[in-house]
Nanobody
């Protein structure tokens, strides 16, 4: 069972930027639709955005224009570039396939201060 490893989170002021990474072993990476999810305290996990194998992306309306997902299939790595961060972006961020096929990793905490 694949378990991704997320990294790159941290504490940032509103308006700042962060770049998250997700590493996952296995050649199945390139065959999947990959996605970033997030879970804020007291809320359900939500899909932030996805990237298809060909590079097409879709995003949650509230992050569109601020977040960018990319992937490096050769490195089995998924990225989430986040800019113009807002306090409401505070959450633990996870990567997984879409639909979900893998175990959940530990995620990476993103905290945006106002």
């Amino acid at each position: 069972q694949v378990q991704p490893v997320e990294s790159g989170g941290g504490l940032v002021q509103a308006g700042g930027s962060l770049r998250l990474s997700c590493a996952a072993s296995g050649s199945i990476f390139s065959a999947n639709i990959m996605a970033w999810y997030r879970q804020a305290p007291g809320k359900q996990r939500q899909l932030v955005g996805r990237i298809f194998s060909g590079g097409t992306t879709t995003y949650l309306t509230s992050v569109k224009g601020r977040f960018t997902i990319s992937r490096d299939n050769a490195k089995n790595t998924l990225y989430l570039q986040m800019s113009s961060l807002k306090p409401e972006d505070t959450a633990v961020y996870y990567c997984n396939t879409d639909p979900i096929q893998w175990s959940w990793g530990q995620g990476t905490q993103v905290t945006v201060s106002s």
